[in-house]
Each structure stands twice: as C-alpha cells, then as structure tokens.
T-cell receptor
Framework: AQKVTQAQTEISVVEKEDVTLDCVYE???????LFWYKQPPSGELVFLIR??????QNEISGRYSWNFQKSTSSFNFTITASQVVDSAVYFC?????????????FGTGTSLTVIP | DVKVTQSSRYLVKRTGEKVFLECVQD?????MFWYRQDPGLGLRLIYF???????EKGDIPEGYSVSREKKERFSLILESASTNQTSMYLC????????????FGQGTRLTVV
C-alpha cells in the first residue's frame, strides 16, 4: 500500500495565485516524520521542511506554509502569491521512527507550473 | 555546504553493458540510498546502505547491485544494462536518525540504447 499519496499529478496556476499541494500519509507508528522536497528542472531535490508527529503547529516560511493535521493524516503545502520560480515537482515524504533502515517513503510528486 | 555528488549527469550506455553509477557524500552520513525516478511513479528505492559493507534491498532491486566499501561512497551497478533501466537515478545520504532530512545528489540521467 502506498504510504504517501499525492493525488494531484499536475497543477497549473497563473502567477500571483495561491496554490495548495495535498499530501496524505499512512502509518501505524506513533512517532514519524514528514518532509517536503522541491525538485526544480535542474533535477536535484531540495529539502523544504520537516515535521515530527508530535508537533502539529502549522509553519510559515515566507510565501510557504504547511498545514499538518493528524486527524486527517494530511500534510499540505501552500504557496502564496506564486512565482515562476516556484515551478517544480514537489514531493512529500514520510519517515518512520521504528524503521531501522531509515527509509523515506515518497509520494509520486506534484508537478507545479506557474504561468507568467 | 553539504554535498552529495554523483559522478555523471548524463550517461548513454548500450544494452548488455555493465554500468557503474558513483555517489560520494562529504557529511559522514551512515545511511545512503539509491532511487530511480520515472514519470508518474515518483521515487522508488532500489537499494540502501546503513553502514560500510552493509546493504539492504529496496522496492525494486532486480537488475541492480550496490557496493559500499567506504563510508562516503555508494555505488550502483547495473550488471547488464537493459532499455527498461533508462531512467533518472538519484543518490541520497542521511544521518542515522529518523528525524533528519536526506540530502540528494544532482541525479544521473541514464539512457540505455
């Protein structure tokens, strides 16, 4: 079963619009960690944020914000006033504390295109 | 700056060739990973290593092997390349703790003809 689901395959928005990328996860662990990565056209995945399962506070970093809700097993990512440089593939990932291999479980990614 | 470096950005190999993809990290991380990325499938784990000379199969190990003789280097080997191994390959490393992020290399786009 897929541990991380990103149902939106592709999204297009016009510059300055807000956009939310959805992420739903599945785990039986009580301690786990959630991540968002950005993959620009250059190819390298860039770390954006980490959240542990005990911290449900939402986080804001400039135009980026993250909404973590354990009740719905979701960790959504919102970009406010989108810019062309936000065009990229975004991945949500899960890591479980009991996993001795320290694996990441990635979603299939959401490709965001911001149109000027 | 922390660094994960993959030896090649682009590679073109012939069917049946033995292919080596090299990855080096300078962060003294215990864990290293090889993923392949294909459209619509996201990142799929091929192999990972949690220590020198240790390796574990990921979700899609068939047709691949790995080598980790030194802590900083993790090699992915395609014993006999096939066209269905044409893909983007990403190497990553991570400290030995679940709450840390992974650092990725720039990726190697491999084409097997």
């Amino acid at each position: 079963a897929q541990k991380v689901t990103q149902a939106q395959t592709e999204i297009s928005v016009v510059e300055k619009e807000d956009v939310t990328l959805d992420c739903v996860y599945e785990t039986r662990d009580t301690t786990y960690y959630l991540f968002w990565y950005k993959q620009p056209p250059s190819g390298e995945l860039v770390f954006l944020i980490r959240r542990n399962s005990f911290d449900e506070q939402n986080e804001i970093s400039g135009r980026y914000s993250w909404n973590f809700q354990k009740s719905t097993s979701s960790f959504n990512f919102t970009i406010t006033a989108s810019q062309v440089v936000d065009s990229a593939v975004y991945f949500c990932a899960l890591s479980e504390a009991r996993d001795t291999g320290n694996q990441f479980y990635f979603g299939t990614g959401t490709s965001l295109t911001v149109i000027p | 700056d922390v660094k994960v470096t993959q030896s090649s950005r682009y590679l073109v190999k012939r069917t049946g060739e033995k292919v080596f993809l090299e990855c080096v990290q300078d962060m003294d991380h215990e864990n290293m990973f090889w993923y392949r990325q294909d459209p619509g499938l996201g990142l799929r784990l091929i192999y990972f290593s949690y220590d020198v000379k240790m390796k574990e199969k990921g979700d899609i190990p068939e047709g691949y092997s790995v080598s980790r003789e030194k802590k900083e280097r993790f090699s992915l080997i395609l014993e006999s390349a096939s066209t269905n191994q044409t893909s983007m390959y990403l190497c990553a490393s991570r400290l030995d703790r679940g709450n840390t992020e992974a650092f990725f290399g720039q990726g190697t786009r491999l084409t097997v003809v």
